[in-house]
Each structure stands twice: as C-alpha cells, then as structure tokens.
C-alpha cells in the first residue's frame, strides 16, 4: 500500500513538473518570438531609412538644366563667372545661360506663346511686372525677398506684398561722359542748361572730338532719355502724366518738354553725333567713350564703366543729367532699379531653381559678386557699392540735387520697343515730329491701355 501511494505521488511529481516546464517553454517562446520581430523591425526601420538617405543622394546629385534668358548682355562675363562659382557649389547644376538685347520682348514672347518659358527670365520692373504675372513666381517668402532693398523690392511687387521679381543691380541714369575731353575743348563745368550744351558742343567739335555717341540702332536708348525729359514736363507726378497718356486724355504738344525740348536734343545729338546713328549699338558707344573718339554717351548709366575702363584705364569719367532746358533745376541724375528677373512659377526645377536665385543674393559669394564682378549697384541691404565714378558721383548729385524719377518703369517695353522704333524712323527721315508724336500717343494707348 505504501509502494503504491509513492508512485503515485511521485507520478503527480513528475506531471507537474512536465507541466511546469510546458509552460515555461511556451514563455520562453513567445519571448523568442517578440525578440525576433523587434529585430526584424529594427532591421526593416534601418533599412528604410538607408534606402531614404540613399534616395536623397542620389536626387541631390541627379543632373540639373536650368535656362535662364534674360536681357542685359553688357553682364554677360559676370554672370558666366556667376554661373562657374555655383558649379562649384552644386556640380550636378547646369545653368543654360542666353542673353541678347535688342530683340529681347520679342523673342521672350514668342518663347512664352510656344509653351517655352525660360526657368529665369526678365522684364522691366514697376508695371510690366503684371504683364508676366501668369508666368511668374510669388518670392515673397523665399529669402532674397528679406535680402533685398526696400526701393528695390517696391518696383518689384504685384498683388499687394507678393514679390514676383529681383533685379541684378541697382541704376544711375544719365550722360556719362569724358572730363578730359571737356577740359581740353574748354568746357569747364558739365553744361546744366540746353544753351549751355549746344555751346559744348560746337567746342568738342572744334577741339577735333565728336561731342557725341548715340546708340541709336538700339530702341532701349530712347526710353533711358525719354524719361528725364518725362520727369522735367511733370516732376511731383511722372506716373500721373504717363496714365493719362494711356487713358488717351494727354496730348505731347500739351508739354513744351517733350514736344519740344526732347526733340531739340535728339535733333542735337544727330548734329554732333555719329556719322551713322542708326547703326551705332552699345558696343560701338562704348568703344567711342573709351578710345576718346566720343566725349558724351546718350541712353546709357552705370552699367558702361566697366567696359569703358578696359579699353582705357586712365579715363576720367564724369556723370550728369540731361540738359533739359533753360531751367538747370530738372538737370538731374536718375536712379532706380529699372530691371526684373523672374522665376517661372511651372519651371520643372523650380526648387532647383529657387536654390540659385537665393544664393545669389545670400551667399557670401553673391553678396560680394555685384560690386567685385560685376561693378553695380548692389540691390540688396548691406552690400558695399563698387569703386566707380558713375556710382561715386551719382551718389554725390542724389545727395546735393535730389533724383529724377525713374520714369521706365510706368510702361511696358511693349511700348518703349514700340517707341524706340517710331524715334529711329523720325532720326531716318521718314516721319516728321508731328507724326511721331501722334505714333507714341496711339501706341501708349494702344499697348498700354487695360
């Protein structure tokens, strides 16, 4: 009995002990299960994230084309400078850089009309801002907005606050021309009347000079002219006069400055000019102010002294506004930033794109490449101006005289195009004053008028 009852206890033993180490067993592999998943996670988690960084990397370096078209090509060298810096700092980007000048509007639309938009194109600033609206991007949150100067950033606005363009420099519009040659036919101060002008002029021409360099082929020259006279007819209100230009209410004849005083001083440069005006461009005026042929420059500003100033270092350069009349108080030097560049909103690298455009106003590099490469005037805030004398005295003229009014940017280059080419028909001959007045007033109207 007792033999019995002792396999019997030790059977319950052994049974709860195989029942026990069952159940340890289950905990032990469901343990081995949680620990297995929590790895094969961990490794998927790891192996995601590497393919992420991976993926990063390789869109980071995958080759890049932006098309930037724009005006300007007296930049050309400094932007290809630009443009060769950035390589360096992005190699996979390749900027497609096209420029040209006098056929700029033209070529631009016809781009835009075949589905074509350049990533970075560019317009004149103030009102032809809304003319490409459609096309452009809203900068207003990106970083070269914050950067920029407030003058700069107001011409540059639409819809309010947005910001649809940046500009590659700040301008001085005016007459730049040669000291010593003034000097030398004994002109002794830059003349601030028209009397006075005229008087120079006939002693340039004696002293063996030709007192002026026009650039006439060019239509661009006009409106860099046109708008200090625009500012001598109406000067508390440029834009005022040009809206009613367009509204069809204001006639040229009704102001003395444009139907007579401009028209005197284009009739001027013709006399004392180049012997073939209309085939005179920006290069041969430049050509003409550095070799000493020319001593005066019509429709040009900062932007020439550099070039002048390859051909002759020694130059002595002088800066003024245009002689309107008999009143020497509307002699005045215009500053502003007449010119826009813009990023196609529906450019297929537009992030790309956007990365650019604000290291060109941010980085250390872009800040100092408008004064160190290209000699303009920087528009963006804290940026040392460059070394030159048309930058030096216009500063100087702003200073003691005040500034005309940046008149180029209340019209579209629709219509500065449109009339440039009705100014180089009236220089050709084949229209009088009277119709190329009426052409510009039918124009403003036609072209401008919304």
Same mark, same amino acid.
């Given at each position: 009995?007792?033999?019995?009852?002792?396999?019997?206890?030790?059977?319950?033993?052994?049974?709860?002990?195989?029942?026990?180490?069952?159940?340890?067993?289950?905990?032990?592999?469901?343990?081995?299960?949680?620990?297995?998943?929590?790895?094969?996670?961990?490794?998927?988690?790891?192996?995601?994230?590497?393919?992420?960084?991976?993926?990063?990397?390789?869109?980071?370096?995958?080759?890049?084309?932006?098309?930037?078209?724009?005006?300007?090509?007296?930049?050309?060298?400094?932007?290809?400078?630009?443009?060769?810096?950035?390589?360096?700092?992005?190699?996979?980007?390749?900027?497609?850089?096209?420029?040209?000048?006098?056929?700029?509007?033209?070529?631009?639309?016809?781009?835009?009309?075949?589905?074509?938009?350049?990533?970075?194109?560019?317009?004149?600033?103030?009102?032809?801002?809304?003319?490409?609206?459609?096309?452009?991007?809203?900068?207003?949150?990106?970083?070269?907005?914050?950067?920029?100067?407030?003058?700069?950033?107001?011409?540059?606005?639409?819809?309010?606050?947005?910001?649809?363009?940046?500009?590659?420099?700040?301008?001085?519009?005016?007459?730049?021309?040669?000291?010593?040659?003034?000097?030398?036919?004994?002109?002794?101060?830059?003349?601030?009347?028209?009397?006075?002008?005229?008087?120079?002029?006939?002693?340039?021409?004696?002293?063996?000079?030709?007192?002026?360099?026009?650039?006439?082929?060019?239509?661009?020259?006009?409106?860099?002219?046109?708008?200090?006279?625009?500012?001598?007819?109406?000067?508390?209100?440029?834009?005022?006069?040009?809206?009613?230009?367009?509204?069809?209410?204001?006639?040229?004849?009704?102001?003395?400055?444009?139907?007579?005083?401009?028209?005197?001083?284009?009739?001027?440069?013709?006399?004392?000019? @180049?012997?073939? +005006?209309?085939?005179? !461009?920006? %290069?041969?005026?430049?050509?003409?102010? =550095? /070799?000493?042929?020319?001593?005066? #420059?019509?429709?040009?500003?900062?932007?020439?002294?550099?070039?002048?100033?390859?051909?002759?270092?020694?130059?002595?350069?002088?800066? @003024?506004?245009? +002689?309107?009349?008999? !009143?020497? %108080?509307?002699?005045?030097?215009?500053? =502003? /930033?007449?010119?826009?560049?813009? #990023?196609?909103?529906?450019?297929?690298?537009?992030?790309?794109?956007?990365?650019?455009?604000?290291?060109?106003?941010?980085?250390?590099?872009?800040?100092?490449?408008?004064?160190?490469?290209?000699?303009?005037?920087?528009?963006?805030? =804290?940026?040392?101006?460059?070394?030159?004398?048309?930058?030096?005295?216009?500063?100087?003229?702003?200073?003691?005289?005040?500034?005309?009014?940046?008149?180029?940017?209340?019209?579209?280059?629709?219509?500065?195009?449109?009339?440039?080419?009705?100014?180089?028909?009236?220089?050709?001959?084949?229209?009088?004053?009277?119709?190329?007045?009426?052409?510009?007033?039918?124009?403003?109207?036609?072209?401008?008028?919304?």
């Amino acid at each position: 009995m007792k033999k019995k009852l002792l396999c019997v206890f030790l059977c319950v033993a052994m049974l709860s002990t195989l029942l026990v180490g069952c159940k340890k067993t289950d905990t032990d592999l469901d343990k081995g299960t949680t620990d297995q998943t929590e790895t094969t996670d961990q490794t998927k988690t790891t192996d995601q994230t590497e393919t992420t960084d991976q993926t990063k990397d390789e869109t980071s370096n995958k080759p890049v084309e932006i098309y930037m078209f724009i005006t300007s090509p007296e930049y050309a060298d400094a932007i290809n400078t630009l443009i060769a810096a950035y390589k360096e700092v992005k190699p996979n980007v390749t900027i497609n850089y096209e420029t040209t000048q006098n056929d700029y509007p033209t070529l631009l639309k016809a781009k835009l009309n075949s589905g074509e938009t350049p990533d970075i194109f560019s317009s004149t600033s103030g009102k032809e801002i809304g003319v490409y609206l459609d096309y452009s991007k809203d900068l207003s949150d990106q970083p070269l907005a914050d950067a920029m100067t407030d003058p700069v950033k107001e011409v540059m606005k639409a819809n309010g606050e947005e910001v649809h363009g940046f500009s590659i420099k700040g301008n001085f519009f005016g007459i730049v021309y040669n000291k010593a040659i003034l000097k030398e036919a004994g002109v002794t101060a830059f003349p601030q009347t028209f009397t006075d002008l005229e008087s120079a002029c006939e002693k340039i021409k004696k002293a063996g000079y030709t007192p002026f360099t026009t650039g006439y082929a060019e239509w661009w020259v006009f409106k860099h002219a046109f708008q200090h006279f625009l500012y001598a007819a109406q000067p508390e209100d440029v834009e005022g006069l040009v809206k009613s230009f367009v509204a069809g209410k204001a006639k040229i004849k009704d102001y003395p400055e444009l139907y007579n005083d401009f028209f005197n001083f284009i009739d001027l440069t013709i006399k004392y000019g @180049d012997q073939k +005006p209309l085939e005179t !461009d920006l %290069s041969a005026e430049v050509a003409a102010l =550095g /070799s000493g042929k020319s001593a005066m #420059v019509v429709g040009q500003g900062a932007w020439i002294e550099a070039d002048v100033l390859k051909i002759d270092p020694e130059i002595q350069i002088g800066f @003024d506004g245009y +002689p309107i009349n008999e !009143d020497a %108080s509307v002699c005045k030097v215009i500053a =502003g /930033s007449d010119q826009a560049l813009r #990023v196609n909103k529906d450019s297929a690298v537009l992030s790309d794109v956007l990365d650019f455009c604000n290291w060109w106003y941010t980085s250390d590099y872009g800040k100092s490449w408008f004064s160190e490469v290209a000699g303009v005037i920087p528009p963006i805030s =804290g940026a040392t101006a460059p070394d030159f004398e048309v930058i030096k005295q216009g500063n100087a003229l702003v200073d003691s005289e005040g500034a005309g009014t940046l008149g180029v940017v209340y019209s579209t280059d629709s219509f500065h195009q449109a009339f440039g080419e009705i100014m180089q028909a009236y220089i050709a001959g084949t229209i009088d004053k009277d119709e190329a007045c009426t052409q510009i007033e039918t124009k403003w109207v036609e072209l401008e008028a919304k």
